[in-house]
């Protein structure tokens, strides 16, 4: 099956600092997105992204389908960014399930 | 709803009791997912409801788990004899398109579940 790795795993921050997570996978997908999962456990949907860039505030991804790599930016973190970040893809043609990467802790200190 | 909701929110069993756990999607939506979350670990897919219909439980780890969605909308899940290893956080997502096709899964708070 498909493989998703993301990179780093564990990330430390001092408060406004800018960080860049990456998450490779091996098999063309058509449907990527990513999440923060907060310190209580949701799981918010941050980015749909199978190509292309986005931004959404101090927060933005591109992903290069044909190098099979995503990276989701991140801007004069807070403290509130605190939490793990997943990418998760579904596959081309045959997707019934997203294949979630094991996930970036992210550690934003004051 | 706004949201996808879940509950119980915390559930404590002794090993050998049957647990069921349930998920209200968001209106409209024909897509439910399933996931099981090992601590530490990223989410990982059980189950696939398009309206009532199963049509992937290839994630399920035994015959133990079982799940339904008898009316399109609301989805149980269903573990008969918990063991310890069934200790984990389950999430429902619900989706408004078909599995494999653009669009984005809405997820719920999840389920911890303690098997003791």
């Known amino acids: 099956g498909i493989q998703v790795e993301q990179s780093p795993p564990d990330l430390i921050l001092q408060e406004g600092a800018n960080s860049t997570l990456r998450c490779n996978f091996s098999?063309?997908?058509?449907?990527l997105q990513w999440f923060h999962q907060n310190p209580w456990g949701q799981l918010i949907n941050l980015f749909y992204?199978?190509?292309g860039t986005k931004q959404n505030g101090r927060l933005s991804a591109t992903t290069v389908a044909t190098e099979r790599y995503s990276l989701l930016y991140i801007s004069s973190s807070q403290t509130t960014d605190s939490g793990v970040y997943f990418c998760?893809?579904?596959?081309?043609?045959?997707?019934?399930?997203?294949?979630f990467g094991p996930g970036t802790r992210l550690s934003v200190l004051p | 709803g706004a949201g996808v909701s879940q509950s119980p929110r915390y559930k404590v069993a002794k090993r050998g009791q049957d647990v069921a756990l349930r998920c209200d999607p968001i209106?409209?939506?024909?897509?439910l997912f399933w996931y099981q979350q090992a601590l530490g670990q990223g989410p990982e897919f059980l189950t696939y409801?398009?309206?009532?219909?199963?049509?992937?439980k290839s994630g399920l780890p035994s015959d133990r788990f079982f799940a339904e969605r008898p009316e399109g909308s609301v989805s149980t899940l269903k573990i008969q004899r918990t063991q310890q290893e069934d200790s984990a956080v389950y999430l429902c997502?619900?989706?408004?398109?078909?599995?494999?096709?653009?669009?984005?899964?809405?997820f719920g708070p999840g389920t911890r579940l303690l098997v003791l």
């Open positions: 997502a619900s989706s408004l398109v078909l599995a494999g096709g653009p669009g984005t899964q809405y």
């Open positions: 098999d063309s997908v058509n449907n």
């Open positions: 992204i199978p190509s």
């Open positions: 998760a893809v579904e596959r081309d043609n045959y997707g019934q399930n997203f294949v």
């Open positions: 209106s409209g939506h024909v897509s």
């Open positions: 409801f398009q309206n009532e219909a199963q049509l992937d």
